[in-house]
């Protein structure tokens, strides 16, 4: 059984964006090809990717067993686009970096420093914003890598890398004595737009209010201004100190996956391939941990 590698391409990225509009999207292709594409696939391998539902799809237990193998498939045949590419190019001269901090993992802090001392000769700038400033300026060719939140990349040139936990908090002295800690009549401060955190209920909309600064955002939050939404690393040593508590089963999801933007550029150069390396060891699923500045 011989299954094309852009038909591999049209299924990952279906499973990642959660339905064939999305990818479509993405991928540039109608979605009445996506399917009769998926369609054929599912045929060929005997068993359903998907459950398909009016809201989406979701994959299947074989599925997701295919999916991770269509995943290493896909990054051996970058490493060894890489490594053709990489013979004939030219010395890598820059690297420009954008991160957003509430995706940035101590793991991705070290795979960043071990790439400035092994390559001393390549100028590496590592910047933090938002991913919404990351995203265009990425697009605009400021950067050559982005690291955020983007849920439906606009370039094939993409990389999923790891999970970060996020978490609603409060102020301790804001909970009453035997109740349940809850953000229930409190104002949500958030560190991006709400519809971009999948905070969609109109209850909720009318109380968000978006703090840019994480250190405002805290001290918001510890003086009991609102409840807080934001990566466990943030909250961590104040949850410790008994300042915050957690507010557990509300409104939003848990886990956010940092993804990767990608240069297309970089894929003639050996260094990249190194660089690649390192970011496809990093562990699936991690707690955020602040990205200080690199220097």
């Known amino acids: 059984?011989?299954?094309?590698?852009?038909?591999?391409?049209?299924?990952?990225?279906?499973?990642?964006?959660?339905?064939?509009?999305?990818?479509?999207k993405v991928i540039g292709k109608s979605q009445a090809s996506l399917s009769i594409a998926i369609q054929s696939l599912e045929i060929e391998l005997g068993?359903?990717?998907?459950?398909?539902?009016?809201?989406?799809?979701?994959?299947?237990?074989?599925?997701?067993?295919?999916?991770?193998?269509?995943?290493?498939?896909?990054?051996?045949?970058?490493?060894?686009?890489?490594?053709?590419?990489?013979?004939?190019?030219?010395?890598l001269r820059e690297i420009k970096i954008g991160v957003d901090s509430l995706f940035a993992?101590?793991?991705?802090e070290k795979a960043?420093?071990?790439?400035?001392?092994?390559?001393?000769?390549?100028?590496?700038?590592v910047t933090s914003a938002s991913s919404k400033v990351l995203s265009e300026q990425f697009h605009q060719q400021q950067l050559d890598m982005a690291f955020g939140w983007y849920p439906c990349p606009d370039t094939l040139s993409y990389r999923r890398l790891y999970d970060v936990q996020w978490t609603w908090v409060v102020s301790a002295h804001s909970v009453r004595n035997g109740s349940r800690p809850s953000i229930r009549g409190k104002s949500l401060l958030i560190p991006m737009e709400a519809e971009?955190?999948?905070?969609?209920?109109?209850?909720?909309?009318?109380?968000?209010?978006?703090?840019?600064?994480?250190?405002?955002l805290l001290e918001l939050c510890r003086a009991g201004k609102g409840a807080a939404y934001l990566p466990y690393n943030h909250v961590r040593a104040l949850l410790a100190c008994g300042e915050l508590v957690m507010v557990r089963q509300a409104c939003g999801q848990d886990v956010w996956r940092t993804t990767l933007l990608l240069s297309p550029k970089l894929n003639q150069h050996p260094e990249f391939a190194w660089i690649n390396e390192q970011?496809?060891?990093l562990p699936s699923h991690l707690l955020a941990e602040p990205l200080y500045a690199v220097t």
């Open 1 to 24: 059984m011989k299954v094309p590698v852009d038909v591999i391409t049209i299924f990952v990225a279906i499973a990642e964006s959660g339905s064939f509009s999305s990818a479509s």
């Open 112 to 125: 960043l420093i071990d790439t400035l001392e092994r390559y001393q000769e390549v100028n590496i700038s």
């Open 105 to 108: 993992s101590a793991e991705l």
């Open 196 to 216: 971009v955190l999948g905070l969609r209920d109109k209850g909720v909309l009318s109380r968000a209010r978006v703090i840019g600064s994480i250190e405002l």
């Open 47 to 91: 068993f359903n990717l998907f459950n398909r539902s009016p809201s989406g799809v979701a994959l299947t237990d074989d599925g997701y067993h295919y999916y991770q193998e269509c995943q290493r498939l896909l990054a051996d045949c970058e490493r060894f686009n890489h490594a053709i590419s990489g013979i004939s190019a030219a010395p």
């Open 279 to 281: 970011l496809t060891n």
